[in-house]
């Protein structure tokens, strides 16, 4: 039973290009969730879909980001036009009847 | 924002119980307590969850008050990797298919010490 797959593991990219970030739910769940961890800060949810459908992004910076869950395929986060404040971890979670099962992370570096 | 506040910080000595408090004196009737800790670099771990009765199991015991204000876990014999940040949330149930959003504080660091 494969938990929430997410990758890559590490990304690095320089400032202007963009980053895609990939999660696989649970086998059997619809829903995924996007958190931001900034160096020695908390989880900040960014954004919330169902396949096909963004529900809730009101954690989402306003400009060069943006998700989707296809109805095939992984979930993409994409930060386009990358900078150094954008360096973090990301972290994915699909919720079932135990809350949330959270990936292992991207940890995205801006150099 | 976070509906829980935590301490920010705990030391514990290795073989003794780590006693983790929670705050959450706004908690609705429908709420659960739920925890999960995020040992570094790692993505955050589900450790146990309760509406009002004290639940136990083979990772953690989670004590809740009467008025369910405030909640305990407890770690009953620590070992060094249990050295982690400890988050304490409340959510209502998962209903299949239903929007579970979730605020995260800052936790309780917690270091196991040898």
């Known amino acids: 039973n494969a938990g929430v797959m997410q990758n890559p593991r590490h990304l690095v990219r320089r400032r202007g290009q963009e980053a895609r970030l990939r999660c696989s739910p649970m086998?059997?769940?619809?829903?995924v969730y996007w958190y931001r961890q900034l160096p020695e800060e908390g989880l900040k949810f960014m954004v919330y879909?169902?396949?096909?459908?963004?529900?809730?992004e009101s954690g989402m910076p306003k400009e060069r980001f943006s998700a989707e869950f296809p109805k095939e395929g992984p979930s993409i986060l994409r930060i386009q036009q990358v900078v150094r404040g954008d360096s973090a971890a990301y972290f994915c979670?699909?919720?079932?009847?135990?809350?949330?099962?959270f990936g292992s992370g991207t940890r995205l570096t801006v150099v | 924002d976070a509906k829980t506040t935590q301490p920010p910080s705990m030391d514990c000595a290795e073989g003794r119980a780590a006693n983790l408090p929670c705050n959450h004196s706004t908690i609705s009737g429908n709420e659960y307590v739920y925890w999960y800790r995020q040992i570094h670099s790692q993505g955050p771990q589900y450790i146990i969850h309760g509406l009002k009765n004290n639940e136990t199991n083979e990772m953690a015991s989670l004590i809740i008050t009467e008025d369910r204000k405030s909640s305990t876990l407890i770690l009953p014999h620590a070992t060094l990797r249990d050295t982690a940040v400890y988050y304490c949330i409340v959510r209502p149930y998962p209903v299949s298919g239903g929007y579970q959003k979730v605020t995260f504080g800052t936790g309780t660091k917690l270091q196991v010490i040898p």
């Open positions: 979670a699909s919720s079932g009847d135990y809350g949330y099962t």
């Open positions: 879909l169902q396949k096909e459908n963004i529900i809730d």
């Open positions: 086998k059997g769940h619809s829903h």
